[in-house]
C-alpha cells in the first residue's frame, strides 16, 4: 500500500524598500532561501523577486492541509551569512496560497512587510524561475530539518500532472523548500514524501519525493489575470519562453496503475496514495494510451480501497471543445488548464492546416473538470 505524507513547510522574504537584486552566482543559491513559519508549520522558501520582496513555498505551510484554513500569522527568519550570523525576522502577507490535492496545485506566494527583530538586511539574492530542466538533470533541494539549512541531491526522475519526481531525499523542514537546477534556476517547490508501508511490520520506506512543477506555478498564478505570473516571479530564460506563445510540459499520466473491474467498463487510473482517476470517456483516454493493454482487471472492492478524487483530463497537448460549443481550446498541462484558440487564423498558424481534424468533443458534463485561463495570443 502506498501512503501519501504532505509535510513540507513554506518560507518567504521580501521588502518593497530594498534595492534591486541580481541572480545568484552558479554554486550560491542558499542566500536566496530562507525559513518560513506560519502559524506553528515551519516551512522553507525561495526568494523570487528580491526587489519586490516575494517568497514562493508550498501551500500546506500556509494552509492547514486537515481544516482548509489559512494561518493567522506567518514570519520569516533569514540568515543570509550563515547560522553563526545575527537573523532577521519579518512579519510576512499571505499574498496568494492554494492547497488542493485533486489538482495536485500546493503553492503561496509571501511579502515580507516589516522587521519584527533583528537587523534590516535586504535581501540581495533570488531565484529565477525555470520550466526547462529535463527528466535526468541533477537538482538540489533546500530545506530548513531541525532549523538549520540542509540540502539534499538528486535528480528529476519524472514529471506528473503538475508535480515533479525526484531522488532527492525530501525530510520534514524541506516543505516548501526550493529546488534548484545546476545553472540556478527554481524548478519547483518540495511537498510530498510517499511512504510505502509494509503490511506485517508497519515499516515506512520512502518510495517518492515530489515537488510542485514551476510550471503549474506559473500556469497557477496566470489563473488570476494574463501573464500575472510576472508580478510574483522572474524567469530564468524568459526570451525562451516567450519564443512561443504557449509551453507543453511532456508529463506522464501519473498512473501507477491502469484498472477495470467486469460491473463497469470505466478504466480508472490509480495513483500513489491510495487515490485514483478515472478516465470519463475513450478520447480522454486514447489521448494518454494507444490502446487498452496495460489495464489490468480488479475487484470492485479493491478498487475501493482507492478514494475516488475526480477524473483524468485530456493529455496536454490536446485540441478540444465542447459538443455544444465551437470554442475551441488547447489543453497546456495534465490537470486541464485550458487555453482559448481566439481564430481560425490563429488555429492554422499554431497547428497547421489540418488543425480541425486535431480537435477532440468533449461531453459537457465533464467541462467542471477544467479552468480556463487567458486565451493564446
Known sequence: MI???????????????????QALAAGD?????????????LGTGAVTDAAAGFIVTAGHVVIDP??????ESCHLNYQPDG????????????????????HELDFAVLKA???IDGPAQAFADYLPVDVFTAIGQSVTIYGYPAGNLSTAQGTVSNYSRGQGLTDAVIKEGFSGGPVVSESGGLIGVANKVFLSINEKTGQETPVDYEFGDSLSLINWLDGFGAKAHELYLKLFDAARFGVQPYFIRDEKSGCRDLARTAVS??????LAGDFRLAFPDEGTYFSWYQDY??????????????RLIGNVTYQAGSLMKLATDPTVYLVTDSIGTLRRVPSEARAVAFFGNQWAKLVHDLPDVFFTDYSVHEPLP
Open 29 to 41: 543559491f542558499s542566500r536566496a532561501v530562507i525559513q518560513v513559519v506560519c502559524d506553528q508549520r
Open 66 to 71: 486537515e481544516t482548509g484554513i489559512r494561518a
Open 293 to 306: 493493454s496495460g489495464v489490468k482487471w480488479a475487484q470492485p472492492e479493491d478498487i475501493a480501497k482507492y
Open 3 to 21: 501512503k501519501r505524507h504532505s509535510g513540507v513547510i513554506f518560507l518567504l522574504l521580501a521588502l518593497a524598500f530594498w534595492s534591486p537584486a
Open 83 to 102: 547560522p553563526d550570523s545575527l537573523p532577521t525576522r519579518y512579519a510576512a502577507e499571505i499574498v496568494r496560497a492554494v492547497f488542493d490535492n485533486r
Open 265 to 270: 467498463p470505466t478504466v480508472y487510473c490509480l
Open 113 to 115: 512587510t516589516k522587521v
